[in-house]
Each structure stands twice: as structure tokens, then as C-alpha cells.
């Protein structure tokens, strides 16, 4: 009997140890103590955001994040949205962070950004994909373990809205890569099915979808932008490539990308941004948003940001605006 | 179904404990036959059949080989040659299987390179085959028994159940050890009872295994996966992480894996051989190979080196070179002719791989030198007049040791020739640094916490090790700690893989390297 008490004891403690850090473990507690700055803690940053309050919810790998300012879209048109990307993500984890959106925000516009359509997204045994389901429902320690990496990652600096200010400079001078290769690019049946996932929960809360490719000679060519302009008419859904743009834009390679073309940095997002917002302004009507509640802490975070990145970017951006 | 994954641990293995529980223990080998053609199923399918006719061969050909030897009508000489060609035929038919699955497109795939090369211009389709997982392990396991009951080292299976159970026993199934029937025959029939010191061990070594994989090589796998892409263009810096990268991977995956074979099967009192033995501490390339996949280097021993070395041929050959050449040249000739099937096979084991080939090659070459030099090495100590055994000597060698087996398992790890020369010339040839540090470093999919984990896992492995060295029953000792002592150290081994795990969203976990060959 003894023997068994010492067992059941040891079990029991193991049950708390696990069990109750992931009680704690709160979106707000995450989010106000800075535990939320990994890959998942989109998730977290997203559930405290007001209920109701976001027009555009940008989701997709790294590239999307890099690509959009939401503090810029604010400022300059009035948009509220979210850069709800995630480091490496591949196509169902956007699926997953827009399903945790889903449940506090009905956005106007999904914008997701398509360089993980192309990454290989192994599929789970349902076993597999049901126990983890059911460990990460019960124990969110194991959901939320990476946490202890949270204060590390901070050294990116602080976040606006999923937006880093990166001012790393680091050209790219490979020249034109929206070329063709005559390669059959291909996009796997699993991301395809995801993708069109994605596009039922937009439909099914009256969200657009809308796919765009961020500037990147690192990650895109000619080949690419065929597939993806055919996958997205097979959908009916708009795509934007913003490689076949890049004249348009005004990104200048030396300058705007913080490692040789992979992804942009402040002075190139600062540009996208200003596509996208111009383009979103333009075909869509944010006015009927209900955001007046979240004016102040916007305009808040504005300072800030503006504090950290200065006006340059604004000067370079205003150019563009015009062009629609 | 992995040995890493949640499927195996949450589901498969406590049924299969309860299985096994629930049945008589006269039975109980019966059921840990059907677990393992469960396990077996649930990865390569109905491709179980060609495990069964494997099976069906090497069973049937032990009971004719031994039946054969017995045969009081027959003379010795007699029931030896017949039983010999017994062994042959069934050796054939293993092999057979094992090389059509394997090396058919292989084969197809050079016939048609040398064609093309020679303008015949002829290009055979290569063939869809599936091979079945564990084939190289359970072939080996058969071919060993054959010659193990053909020597009278053992007295063949009469059961069938229990032979089937010898091959393809869960745990061992995937990635070894390749286990000789007479070291495992007796706990894998006994059907003991599963009790809570065999629980609590089996759990160690599992718990051990799961923090090498999950702290260690799943955390570097997104880095080698990037690494090691064609297109990457190496610096010699760059070259260094990769050996140091590629070797620590390897080796915790495989060692860690095996931790969790060791520690599944020895649930059931099964104590399985064991694979490693603190392989870094290895002061030569031979030395290596007696720590490193032990299994493999022992069946390699018993069934290839000693018969060649003792066969008839080298023996006449070791009589006339010690007469004419002397002693060196006949021990370095007689090593060579012995080392080198040995070698070539091993390589091949490995996979139908060019690289893998050369791997075979790599070493037969590194340990005929390391023979030739022996006393060369000796000599240049004495005039130094430090002695050899010297610690100084010691750490300088396991140094050079380590050198080569990172050169070694970058090869074993390149897809290609080309890559890996292309890496190993840009370690003299190209950049040094090339802002490795500056910034690179952190390109490879992995932050500053990644590489903290990494150094701090590898270092309480290594420390491990160290233990391990001074006691190699470490591991079955802990249950005799202080319940205060014990209980940290499971907590700690626990907490440490569910929180600095690489697991969940971002991380890929490294396949199993060896379930592949």
C-alpha cells in the first residue's frame, strides 16, 4: 500500500508541475508579463486585443510580418489591423492563428501572405494530430513551453501590433529575379486543402481573403507568380504580387531589406505598407469600423512607434499614395 | 508510429504493457508477437510479408542446418558440407530479399550512368519498390543465427513464434541493436512479469533517450536541414558547425533513440544489448567503432572479420608472409584483406548511397593507417620521451579521433560526393568567416535560446558519459538513490524535455536516421 501511496504521490506532483503553470498561464497573464514574444504567442497577443476591434488581419511566415506596419496603416488611413504572422509558420499554423482570431474579431480583410504555400507541411497521423489536440487543450504547458524564450526575444524589440522596426541594412544585388526558369512549381494537395480552409472561414464570417506576395528575390520568381496568380483565380480570390511591382513601389534593394532580399526591413515595409493600405482604402470601406473605444490606445502606440522609427519612412511612403 | 512520438508512448506502449500483463506468463511471448507485427503494420502495411518469408527461410533453414549436423548417417565431413550449403541457400534468399528491396534501382540507377557515359544510350526505368521498415536489422539478426547454429553456437528455434518474435521484436524493429539470438533468447520467452522496478528503469533510460532527442537533435535538425541545402555556399567556419553540428546530431539521435529502445524493452525485462558506450571518449578510429553502434561492429566482428581472418587461405598466407615479407607487412596485408569486406559492407549496410559507399572506404582507410602507424606513433612518443600513456598523449589523441569522425559523418550525412567534397574544400579553400558570427549564425533557424539549450543539453550529456565510463551501470543504479535524490532527478529530466523540448509549432523532429537502412 505503501509503495502505491509513494507512486501515486510522485504522479501527483508531476500533475501539478505541469498542470498548473498552464493554469496560469493566461493570454492577459502572458501578454502583460512579456511571455508572449515567441512563435505562439500570437495567439496570446491576439486574445487580448478588444473584442471587435481589427479591420485587416495579416497572416502568413515571416515575410508577412516584415511586409506590413500596422501602426503605418493606422496613421495613415485609418485601417486597425494586426500582423498576426509567425516565424517559419507553415500554412496551418496560419490556419490556426486565424481560427484563435476568429474568436474575438470579424476583420474586413484577411491579407495572407503566400510564401507558405510553398512549405512543406507534413501531415499528422490523426492519433498523432488528436493527442496533441488533447495535451495542449489540457496541459497548456505544453502548448506555451518555449515561453522561458520570451524574454530573449525581446531583443528584437518591442512589438507594434506583430510589427518589429528593423533598421538592418543588408543588400541584395542578385538584380532581376522575377524571371522564369520554365519550372513547374508546385504546391502540395495538404496546402491547397488548408488553403482552401482558410477561405471557407473567411466566407463563413464575411471576411475577404485576400493573398499577396511580399517582395523577395530570396523566396519568389516569375514560376511562382504563375502558380499562385492560377491557384488564386481557380478560388476567386484576389491575389497582389507585389514581386511584379517592385518598380512601382520604389524599393531599392541596396537599401530595403535587412538580409540580401530574404525580407524587408523598416524603410521597405514602409513602402509595402503603403501599397497595401492605398490599395485597401481604395476598394474597401473602413469607416462603418466600431473602433472609437480603441482610438486613444492606438494613437498611444503610435507615439511610440513613431518615437522609434522617426518620420523617414513617412516622407518615402507618401509618394506612392496617389497612384490609385 | 515513431519510438518519439506521443502515438507511441501515450497509446502503443501502455496497451502493449497491459497486453502483456493481461496474459498468462506462458503466453506472454505470443503476445508480444502480435504487438510487434502491430507495430510493424502500422508503419510498412502488408509489407510484413516480406518479413515473414524472411522469417520463414532463416527458421526453416536453422532446423535443416542443425538437423543436418545431428544426422548420425552422415559423416562428419559429410553433414558439414551439406549443412553448409543449407546455410548458403538460406543466406541467399535473405540476402537476396534484402538486396532486391535495397539496391535494385541503385544498381539500375548506375547501369544507366555508365551507359549514358558510354553512349549506348540505353536507360532502363527504375522500379517502384517499398522497402519494409527494419529490413537491414532483421536480415542481419537472421544471417547471424544461420551461421551461429551452422558453428553449433547455439541450438536452432523450434518454435516458430518465438524465432518470429527474435526478428521482429517492436523495440528493436526500427533502428536496432542487431541482437544475437543467445543474448536475448531467454528474457524475450521468460514472460516475466512486468513490476515496478522494471517500469521505473525502463522509464530512465527512455526519459535519458527523450532528452537527447528532443533538447538536442530535434533542436538542431532545422539547422542541418539548412545547412546541408545544395545551394548553400560554405565558409570555412561554416564547414566547422556543420562537422560539430552533423556528428552531435547524429549521435544523440541515434544514441537517444536507442535509450528509448533499450528502456521499452527492458519494461518487459528484456535487456537489450547495449549500442553505445561513450563513443567521444574513443582514443582511435578503431576504439570508435568498439563504442559506436556496437551491434553493427560486433555482427561485423563475428561473422565477417574472425571468418576471414581464420579461414584456411589467410592462414597459409600468415605462415608464408611471416617467412618471406616479415611480421609487419603480414599483419598490416592480413588486416587489409580482413578490414576491407568489412568495410565495404558496412557501407553498403548503410544505404544505396554513394556516400555511404565511401564512408565504408573512409574508415577501412583510416584504420589500415591507423595499423601502419602504430608503431611509427610509438616511436615518435619515445623520442619525444613522453609516454605513450600519458594523459596528455591520451586527450591529444582522442582529439585527432574526433577529427575524424566528424569528417566521417559529414560524409555519411551529404547527399552527394560533390557536396561533400564542395564542403570540405570551402574549410581550406574558402572564406573563413564570412560574418558567420555576425549574424549568420542566427539565419539558421535557431535564436540565441536554441544554441543555449544546445550547449548546456550537450555538456550535461557529455558529463553523463563521463559517469557512464566509471560505471556503466549508472543508469540501473539510480533506483537505489535516496528517494529525495532520485525523485529530482526524474523531475528534472521531465520538466526539462516539456519545457525545453523542441516540440509543438515550428519545430520538425529529426526522423529516425537509422530506420532507414
Known amino acids: 500500500m505503501r509503495k502505491y501511496g509513494k507512486n501515486i504521490l510522485f504522479l501527483a506532483i508531476l500533475a501539478l508541475l505541469i498542470y498548473v503553470p498552464g493554469k496560469c498561464m493566461t493570454s492577459k497573464f502572458m501578454v502583460k508579463n512579456h511571455l508572449a514574444n515567441c512563435k505562439n504567442g500570437v495567439h496570446a497577443n491576439l486574445m487580448v486585443e478588444p473584442k471587435n476591434s481589427l479591420d485587416v488581419l495579416i497572416i502568413g511566415d515571416s515575410e508577412s510580418y516584415t511586409t506590413v506596419s500596422p501602426m503605418q496603416l493606422w496613421r495613415d488611413y485609418g485601417i486597425t489591423s494586426y ?16 481560427k484563435t482570431a476568429m474568436n474575438k474579431q470579424t476583420p474586413k480583410i484577411v491579407l495572407l501572405e503566400t510564401n507558405n504555400l510553398f512549405r512543406i507541411d507534413r501531415k499528422e497521423t490523426m492519433s498523432k494530430d ?105 478560388m476567386g480570390v484576389t491575389y497582389i504580387d507585389l514581386n511584379t511591382k517592385v518598380r512601382e513601389l520604389g524599393i531599392d534593394w541596396y537599401v530595403d531589406t535587412r538580409d540580401k532580399g530574404d525580407h524587408l526591413n523598416l524603410f521597405g515595409a514602409g513602402k509595402t505598407t503603403d501599397y497595401l493600405g492605398t490599395y485597401l482604402d481604395y476598394h474597401f470601406d473602413f469607416s462603418d469600423n466600431d473602433i472609437d473605444m480603441n482610438v486613444k490606445s492606438w494613437n498611444k502606440l503610435l507615439k511610440k512607434y513613431e518615437a522609434s522609427t522617426g518620420d523617414k519612412e513617412r516622407q518615402w511612403t507618401l509618394e506612392i499614395k496617389n497612384q490609385f | ?59 526453416l533453414g536453422g532446423l535443416l542446418i542443425e538437423r543436418t549436423l545431428k544426422n548420425k548417417e552422415l559423416e562428419r565431413k559429410q553433414a558439414k558440407k551439406k549443412a553448409s550449403r543449407y546455410v548458403k541457400i538460406a543466406i541467399f534468399i535473405v540476402v537476396g530479399i534484402l538486396a532486391g528491396l535495397k539496391y535494385t534501382n541503385f544498381t539500375i540507377e548506375i547501369i544507366n550512368k555508365f551507359s549514358s557515359s558510354f553512349g549506348t544510350g540505353s536507360n532502363i526505368a527504375l522500379l517502384k519498390i517499398l522497402v519494409p521498415i527494419g529490413i537491414s536489422f532483421y536480415s542481419m539478426q537472421g544471417i547471424g543465427y544461420l551461421l551461429d547454429v551452422f558453428w553449433k553456437h547455439i541450438e536452432a528455434e523450434k518454435n516458430f513464434c518465438k524465432f518470429a518474435l527474435f526478428m521482429i521484436f517492436f523495440p528493436t524493429l526500427m533502428e536496432g541493436p542487431i541482437c544475437r539470438y543467445s543474448d536475448v533468447k531467454d528474457q524475450l520467452f521468460e514472460g516475466e512479469r512486468i513490476t515496478e522496478e522494471s517500469m521505473v528503469k525502463g522509464a530512465i533510460r527512455i526519459g535519458i533517450g527523450l532528452f537527447k532527442r528532443m533538447l538536442i537533435a530535434d533542436r538542431l535538425n532545422g539547422a542541418i536541414n539548412v545547412l546541408y541545402k545544395p545551394s548553400e555556399s560554405y565558409t570555412g567556419l561554416m564547414v566547422m558547425v556543420i562537422m560539430i553540428f552533423t556528428t552531435v546530431q547524429l549521435y544523440m539521435e541515434f544514441s537517444g533513440t536507442i535509450d528509448i529502445v533499450i528502456g521499452s524493452a527492458r519494461i518487459f525485462h528484456v535487456k537489450l544489448p547495449e549500442n553505445f558506450r561513450q563513443p567521444f571518449l574513443a582514443e582511435s578510429a578503431a576504439e570508435f567503432w568498439r563504442r559506436w553502434h556496437i551491434s553493427l561492429g560486433t555482427w561485423f566482428k563475428n561473422y565477417i572479420f574472425y571468418p576471414v581472418t581464420t579461414s584456411k587461405m589467410m592462414k597459409k598466407w600468415n605462415k608464408f608472409g611471416r617467412k618471406h615479407a616479415g611480421k609487419y607487412v603480414t599483419m598490416v596485408v592480413t588486416s587489409a584483406i580482413a578490414l576491407f569486406p568489412v ?35 610509438e616511436k615518435f612518443w619515445n623520442l619525444l620521451q613522453i609516454d605513450a600513456k600519458d594523459k596528455v598523449v591520451s586527450r591529444i589523441r582522442m582529439f585527432r579521433t574526433w577529427i575524424v569522425i566528424f569528417v566521417g559523418e559529414v560524409l555519411f550525412r551529404a547527399e552527394t560526393m560533390q557536396q561533400f567534397v564542395s564542403i570540405m574544400k570551402n574549410l581550406f579553400a574558402g572564406p573563413w568567416d564570412g560574418g558567420f558570427f555576425s549574424g549568420k549564425i542566427l539565419e539558421l533557424g535557431l535564436d540565441v535560446g536554441d544554441y543555449f539549450v544546445i550547449i548546456v543539453a550537450t555538456a550535461i550529456v557529455f558529463c553523463i558519459d563521463l559517469k557512464l565510463e566509471k560505471n556503466p551501470n549508472l543508469y540501473e543504479d539510480m533506483v537505489k538513490y535516496p528517494i529525495v535524490y532520485r525523485w529530482a532527478i526524474y523531475y528534472s529530466v521531465i520538466m526539462a524535455i516539456v519545457i525545453f523540448g523542441a516540440y509543438g509549432e515550428g519545430y520538425q523532429p529529426a526522423d529516425l536516421i537509422y530506420a532507414g537502412f
Open chain 1, 83 to 98: 500582423a498576426a504572422g509567425q516565424p517559419g509558420a507553415k500554412l496551418s499554423d496560419s490556419e490556426k492563428v486565424l
Open chain 2, 343 to 377: 568495410w565495404m559492407l558496412n557501407g553498403l549496410w548503410h544505404g544505396p548511397k554513394i556516400p555511404y559507399i565511401m564512408y565504408g572506404v573512409y574508415y577501412f582507410v583510416v584504420l589500415l593507417l591507423e595499423i601502419m602507424l602504430e608503431p611509427v606513433g
Open chain 2, 1 to 59: 508510429m515513431a519510438y518519439n512520438t506521443n502515438t507511441y508512448f501515450i497509446v502503443f506502449l501502455p496497451l502493449a504493457m497491459i497486453l502483456y500483463q493481461m496474459t498468462p506468463k506462458k503466453k506472454r511471448y505470443y503476445t508480444l508477437l502480435l504487438v510487434s507485427v502491430a507495430f510493424f503494420m502500422l508503419i510498412s502495411k502488408y509489407l510484413i510479408y516480406w518479413a515473414a518469408i524472411t522469417t520463414a527461410v532463416t527458421f
Open chain 1, 130 to 234: 488528436y493527442i496533441s489536440g488533447f495535451l495542449y487543450k489540457h496541459f497548456k504547458l505544453l502548448k506555451e513551453h518555449n515561453v522561458w524564450k520570451s524574454p530573449l526575444m525581446e531583443v528584437r524589440g518591442k512589438s507594434y501590433k506583430g510589427f518589429h522596426v528593423s533598421r538592418k541594412i543588408k543588400p541584395y544585388t542578385g538584380g532581376d529575379y522575377m524571371i522564369s526558369a520554365n519550372q513547374k512549381v508546385k504546391i502540395s494537395n495538404r496546402n491547397l486543402n488548408t488553403l482552401k480552409n482558410i477561405k471557407n472561414i473567411c466566407d463563413k464570417n464575411g471576411t475577404q481573403l485576400i493573398l499577396y506576395s511580399a517582395p523577395s528575390p530570396k523566396n519568389y520568381n516569375y514560376d511562382k507568380h504563375v502558380r499562385l496568380a492560377k491557384v488564386s483565380k481557380k
